[in-house]
């Protein structure tokens, strides 16, 4: 059965900083990834997705990578804000199943 | 505005008490599915549909029904709810024809069963 995981569970910067936050998935032969953001009592926004034929995706200050062989992707996230303190969440889909999400990296910004 | 929508929000109800969570979306998307998120086990997937009619089991369907009569809703049936199915509900919809698409998420529904 395939798996995601997300390292580290929790994480506290200081404001400004750049961070990366990691994703693992246990088979390499995904169709897309996707990296989500979700805020206390909210659902869940999408962020990024990268596609399998893709290196990377970029929006604004946040760079989603990819790497199939590895079963790693992972979010950079430059110059971090306060706003930015959220629960991100990566889901892989795989051809013929639906999305297995990890169960997220805790995010927070101190100002 | 493209969203999806649940109702309710919140919801506490007894043991044994059949409850529908409504999901709704606006973007005439063929794909929607049900997720709960838990602590500790993150977001697992209850049931999916890929289209009006058609209906599959997701990761943990068990105590949990659906229905896809019409294309923009598709509730969620919990016919004798107990107290493992406290939890954080969420339904999502998407078009996957090129699968370039996200899925769009509800605001989510805090479901506790005493």
């Known amino acids: 059965k395939q798996e995601v995981t997300q390292i580290p569970a929790a994480l506290s910067v200081p404001e400004g900083e750049n961070l990366v936050l990691n994703c693992s998935f246990t088979?390499?032969?995904?169709?897309?990834l996707q990296w989500f953001r979700q805020d206390p009592g909210k659902g869940l926004t999408s962020l990024l997705l990268?596609?399998?034929?893709?290196r990377e995706q970029t929006s604004g200050r946040l760079n989603a990578s990819l790497d199939k062989s590895s079963g790693r992707s992972t979010l950079y996230i430059a110059a971090s804000q306060p706003g930015d303190s959220a629960t991100y969440l990566c889901?892989?889909?795989?051809?013929?199943?639906?999305?297995?999400f990890g169960p997220g990296t805790r995010l927070s910004v101190l100002p | 505005e493209a969203q999806v929508t649940q109702n309710p929000r919140y919801l506490i109800t007894v043991t044994g008490k059949k409850l529908t969570v409504t999901c709704s979306q606006n973007?005439?998307?063929?794909?929607m599915s049900w997720y709960r998120q838990d602590p500790g086990l993150g977001l697992r997937q209850i049931y999916y549909?890929?289209?009006?009619?058609?209906?599959d089991k997701g990761d943990v369907p068990e105590g949990y029904k659906v229905s896809r009569k019409e294309k923009r809703n598709f509730p969620l049936i919990l016919e004798s709810p107990s107290p493992n199915q406290t939890s954080l509900y969420f339904c999502?919809?998407?078009?996957?024809?090129?699968?370039?698409?996200?899925?769009?998420f509800g605001p989510g529904t805090r479901l506790t069963v005493l």
């Open positions: 999502a919809s998407s078009t996957p024809k090129d699968r370039r698409d996200t899925q769009y």
């Open positions: 088979d390499s032969a995904i169709y897309n």
């Open positions: 990268i596609q399998s034929s893709q």
């Open positions: 889901a892989a889909e795989w051809y013929g199943q639906n999305f297995v």
């Open positions: 973007m005439n998307h063929e794909y």
């Open positions: 549909s890929m289209n009006v009619e058609v209906t």
